[in-house]
């Protein structure tokens, strides 16, 4: 059984100052609350139940200081076990975003691709144009899938798809379970990662 009620939407102020994303389920109940530390020098991303922040579940650190190619480690907060990373692939990145997704003994298991890179570069065009930039939240929609493998090319086993939502004045993304089979620890990891990709994104808007 899946940790959570499927499809989860994922919702962030694009002008806000402190990097936040709250997380709610099918039902539209907040589940996560994503929170990032703001002048650190390393990516140091807190995720809560809720925004109360009462008590940290898991983070996220990133291991070296402003290195495109650095691992994001996955932590649980009380005890601070290692339950897995992900690591972009490479310049590979810059055109089609790759992310390798390993567990805790660093194997890779699963890999995230884009769907179409084509979209994401419209929109990152358009949302540079006055005026017209207000409105690619309508235009264009970026998509991400999580495939169980560690072929990069080997699409035969798609997992969870984040993708981008219409939105006005904030970002929106929408993730889905593809597959209703996959065990806690592989949803988790999927999770975790697509987080930290909407963290990545929300820089950018």
């Known amino acids: 059984m899946s940790m959570y009620d499927y499809p989860l939407k ?10 936040r994303i709250i997380v709610t389920d099918a039902k539209d109940r907040e589940i996560l609350f994503v929170s990032q530390k703001i002048f650190k020098l390393k990516e140091d ?11 940290e579940i898991y983070n996220i650190r990133a291991e070296k200081i402003l290195d495109f190619n650095t691992r994001y480690n996955f932590f649980t907060a009380d ?3 290692h339950i897995g990373s992900v690591k972009a692939k490479g310049w590979r990145s ?9 567990d805790p003994d660093g194997m890779q298991h699963n890999y995230i691709k884009e769907d179409n890179p ?3 570069i419209g929109d990152a065009l358009f949302s ?7 409105f690619t939240g309508y235009m264009f929609h970026p998509s991400y899938t999580c495939y169980r493998s560690s072929d990069l090319e080997d699409v035969s086993q798609p ?6 939502e219409n939105a006005f004045f904030e970002g929106v993304y929408n993730i889905q379970l593809l597959d209703h089979d996959m065990d ?4 988790l990891s999927a999770l975790l990662s697509f987080m930290l990709m909407v963290q990545f994104m929300r820089r950018r808007g």
Request: charged share 30%.
């Open 159 to 164: 997992v969870m798809q984040l993708k981008k």
């Open 118 to 120: 084509w979209v994401k």
């Open 128 to 134: 540079e144009i006055p005026v017209v930039g207000m």
């Open 10 to 19: 994922l919702r962030f102020k694009l002008l806000a100052l402190a990097p």
């Open 184 to 187: 806690k620890e592989e949803e």
């Open 79 to 81: 005890t601070q076990e």
């Open 45 to 55: 991303i807190r995720i809560y139940p809720n925004q109360q922040k009462e008590r």
């Open 94 to 102: 810059i055109w089609s975003a790759t992310y390798m997704i390993d």
